[in-house]
């Protein structure tokens, strides 16, 4: 009877036993529970609140990224005027080389010396230089007309750009000023172009500074050279023979800078060109100028003057053939080829 009772005091101890070990992993699992919806409640929290924030971060980019396009698109607008998208398979260029020197009203206003559109067309990155006599007479749009070279004084690069875009009928995209001693040193960096001086050039203009003499003959013109070679008219072709000197000499210097000797001088060249030349084009084009580059073609580039005629009561004012520009313009832009290539960015 006594085994019997102490038989089952030990079972009632096992159960009791049991029982609080039972209640004690209950208590472990319901602690355990709560830490694990803590630390997920953390993370939830954590992950919500990071999500929100880079939610309203990239919004917030977003609308500065629009903002600041939107205000580089009115600053374009501003300085070119509205471009027709059916120029978009082009890349024109209007480059402006500025003389400091004495200008027609012997003032100290500065003036567009070389004036000239480089066309490239994106598809196969051939190259087409309008050139435009400096003593070209526009009636300007602006009511400020006289002499392009003139014009700069009036209302810069911008205002030459909506000027020449009217006349020639097509869409600029961009513009690039250069004063001739920065035109001067960046020949100087690339070693001086090659080429043939088709005759003696003798002319001095104290007024202005200037000092031309060079031998008829084949050469190798350092920067001052260069710029002197460009800036000489003769008596005799005026500016129709100033404009194939420009012409010709672009074409040399083209060859020169796709010699395999550039490519070492190309740090030097990206510096004047960050740190000395005036252009319009801003971060937002760097991608698009890059691939324009990169697909420029070995081909020598295609010259072509700006129709026209001498005034013959002012034999140094050439006036605009509006009719014949307009014919050009069609065979170097045909209504076939505009904007019928997809223009990669």
């Given at each position: 009877?006594?085994?019997?009772?102490?038989?089952?005091?030990?079972?009632?101890?096992?159960?009791?036993?049991?029982?609080?070990?039972?209640?004690?992993?209950?208590?472990?699992?319901?602690?355990?529970?709560?830490?694990?919806?803590?630390?997920?409640?953390?993370?939830?929290?954590?992950?919500?609140?990071?999500?929100?924030?880079?939610?309203?971060?990239?919004?917030?980019?977003?609308?500065?990224?629009?903002?600041?396009?939107?205000?580089?698109?009115?600053?374009?607008?501003?300085?070119?005027?509205?471009?027709?998208?059916?120029?978009?398979?082009?890349?024109?260029?209007?480059?402006?080389?500025?003389?400091?020197?004495?200008?027609?009203?012997?003032?100290?206003?500065?003036?567009?010396?070389?004036?000239?559109?480089?066309?490239?067309?994106?598809?196969?990155?051939?190259?087409?230089?309008?050139?435009?006599?400096?003593?070209?007479?526009?009636?300007?749009?602006?009511?400020?007309?006289?002499?392009?070279?003139?014009?700069?004084?009036?209302?810069?690069?911008?205002?030459?750009?909506?000027?020449?875009?009217?006349?020639?009928?097509?869409?600029?995209?961009?513009?690039?000023?250069?004063?001739?001693?920065?035109?001067?040193?960046?020949?100087?960096?690339?070693?001086?172009?090659?080429?043939?001086?088709?005759?003696?050039?003798?002319?001095?203009?104290?007024?202005?500074?200037?000092?031309?003499?060079?031998?008829?003959?084949?050469?190798?013109?350092?920067?001052?050279?260069?710029?002197?070679?460009?800036?000489?008219?003769?008596?005799?072709?005026?500016?129709?023979?100033?404009?194939?000197?420009?012409?010709?000499?672009?074409?040399?210097?083209?060859?020169?800078?796709?010699?395999?000797?550039?490519?070492?001088?190309?740090?030097q060249i990206a510096e004047i060109f960050q740190k000395r030349m005036n252009t319009s084009a801003e971060i937002f084009d760097s991608a698009h100028l890059a691939n324009v580059l990169r697909r420029i073609s070995s081909d020598p580039p295609v010259g072509i003057m700006l129709p026209g005629y001498e005034d013959e009561s002012s034999p140094d004012v050439w006036i605009p053939n509006h009719a014949g520009i307009e014919a050009r313009m069609r065979e170097l832009f045909p209504a076939s080829e505009i904007n019928s290539g997809e223009n990669e960015?």
């Amino acid at each position: 009877m006594a085994r019997k009772s102490a038989k089952t005091s030990k079972t009632r101890d096992n159960i009791i036993r049991k029982r609080k070990l039972n209640r004690r992993r209950r208590r472990i699992m319901i602690v355990r529970l709560t830490f694990l919806l803590i630390v997920f409640g953390a993370i939830l929290t954590a992950t919500v609140y990071v999500g929100y924030a880079l939610y309203s971060w990239v919004g917030n980019l977003y609308q500065d990224y629009s903002r600041m396009y939107q205000e580089y698109a009115e600053r374009q607008e501003s300085v070119r005027g509205a471009v027709d998208p059916r120029f978009d398979s082009y890349t024109n260029v209007l480059v402006l080389g500025i003389d400091a020197g004495a200008n027609h009203g012997n003032t100290e206003e500065q003036e567009a010396d070389t004036v000239m559109v480089v066309s490239m067309d994106n598809r196969t990155g051939r190259l087409r230089i309008i050139t435009i006599p400096p003593d070209t007479w526009l009636e300007s749009r602006t009511g400020a007309s006289g002499r392009v070279s003139s014009l700069y004084a009036v209302g810069g690069a911008p205002l030459l750009v909506r000027e020449i875009s009217s006349l020639l009928g097509i869409s600029i995209h961009q513009y690039i000023t250069l004063d001739m001693q920065t035109f001067s040193d960046l020949i100087d960096i690339l070693g001086g172009v090659d080429i043939y001086v088709e005759e003696d050039m003798n002319y001095d203009d104290p007024a202005a500074e200037l000092s031309i003499h060079l031998k008829k003959g084949y050469q190798t013109l350092s920067g001052d050279m260069a710029q002197k070679y460009l800036r000489y008219k003769s008596s005799d072709l005026g500016d129709v023979g100033r404009v194939q000197r420009q012409q010709k000499f672009v074409k040399a210097l083209y060859a020169k800078i796709l010699q395999l000797e550039t490519i070492p001088k190309l740090p030097q060249i990206a510096e004047i060109f960050q740190k000395r030349m005036n252009t319009s084009a801003e971060i937002f084009d760097s991608a698009h100028l890059a691939n324009v580059l990169r697909r420029i073609s070995s081909d020598p580039p295609v010259g072509i003057m700006l129709p026209g005629y001498e005034d013959e009561s002012s034999p140094d004012v050439w006036i605009p053939n509006h009719a014949g520009i307009e014919a050009r313009m069609r065979e170097l832009f045909p209504a076939s080829e505009i904007n019928s290539g997809e223009n990669e960015e």
